[in-house]
């Protein structure tokens, strides 16, 4: 146990850059925080610091140690966060990176209902196209759809979506209604690139097709608002386009056939999350669960 306390005195000596300011930190006396720094300098049998009158280095080994140290600390510092926050709410302020259209038109009824759950929490969220850097920026989670995530993150699956075929009443009433998957190469299509492949499933069955239009977007709200002003036929999940389905601004096509399913992940730096993370990617995982797709177009 002493090794231990010994350790997180030394990452505190690190981190402050001096043992003054460590030990103004810790409310111990600088010269039993030097004392203390030596003997484990002299269990260890390595020299850790290089110390002058100014300031202190870290020696080779001494990095090496900072670098297990700190993680070590960090996670006992959490463990008793954790426990300690079992039996109070947690607080504090919440950075989240979320998918424009999918928080705007599906999580944010969730988010709400999050919040009154939890009033010591404050928001800050970026809903923008971008992929954050978890690492190098202040955010505590990020929400993610598609395909595998970065292998360097921790990645919670919080739900599978499954992509159908929509379109307005006015376009079919225009251009027809396709009664199988390669009659979507005579429509016009919205997506992110003019000209792509969608692949449909049915059961065992699956169909290829290249499809395009006059549109090129990189906004998911931007072609599915196209679509409601009968310029072409998506594929998209339910989830995203319900408010048009109820409205009849879209309806469903080739009900029996649908896309390739994707995940949402809520992404994170590490494993070891306070608990106002921890609470919100559980309360998601929750909820989504709840709310998963059926099937049904």
Same mark, same amino acid.
């Given at each position: ?17 001096? !043992?003054?300011? &460590? ?5 111990? *006396?600088? %010269?039993? #925080?030097?004392? @203390?720094?030596? $003997? ?13 009158t ?9 990095q ?41 038109t ?19 969220f ?12 202040? !955010?505590?989670? &990020? ?5 595998? *995530?970065? %292998?360097? #993150?921790?990645a @919670?699956?919080? $739900? ?44 065992q069955d ?10 090129q ?50 992404m994170?730096?590490?494993?070891? #999350? ?24």
């Open positions: 146990m002493e090794l231990l306390n010994d350790m997180a005195l030394f990452v505190e000596v690190v981190k402050a850059k001096g !043992f003054r300011s &460590a030990a103004e930190a810790t409310g111990m *006396p600088n %010269s039993t #925080l030097s004392r @203390r720094i030596s $003997a484990l300098e002299k269990a260890i049998g390595l020299r850790l610091l290089h110390r002058t100014r300031k202190i280095e870290l020696t080779e080994a001494g090496i140690y900072f670098e297990r140290c700190k993680r070590i600390v960090d996670e006992a510092r959490l463990a008793h966060e954790q426990l300690g926050e079992m039996l109070a709410q947690p607080g504090g302020v919440l950075r989240v990176s979320l998918p424009v259209d999918f928080a705007v599906y999580l944010a009824p969730l988010i709400t209902e999050f919040a009154d759950l939890y009033p010591g929490i404050t928001f800050d970026d809903l923008t196209p971008r992929r954050v850097d978890l690492v190098s920026e202040p !955010f505590d989670v &990020a929400i993610r759809m598609g395909e595998s *995530p970065d %292998s360097q #993150l921790i @919670r699956n919080l $739900a599978t979506l499954t992509p159908f075929l929509y379109a307005s009443p006015g376009y079919l009433q225009q251009s027809g209604v396709p009664s199988h998957p390669q009659q979507l190469a005579q429509h016009s299509c919205l997506g992110i690139l003019r000209t792509s492949t969608w692949t449909m499933f049915r059961g699956s169909e290829s097709v290249t499809v395009g239009g006059r549109f977007l990189n906004s998911v709200g931007m072609i599915r608002r196209l679509a409601t002003l009968d310029r072409g036929i998506i594929l998209m999940p339910r989830e995203i386009v319900e408010e048009d389905l109820a409205a009849g601004r879209l309806q469903p096509i080739l009900s029996d056939w649908h896309g390739k399913p994707m995940s949402v992940y809520a994170t730096e590490t494993r070891l #999350l306070p608990a106002k993370t921890q609470r919100f990617i559980e309360f998601l995982q929750s909820r989504l669960s709840q709310r998963r797709a059926t099937g049904v177009p």
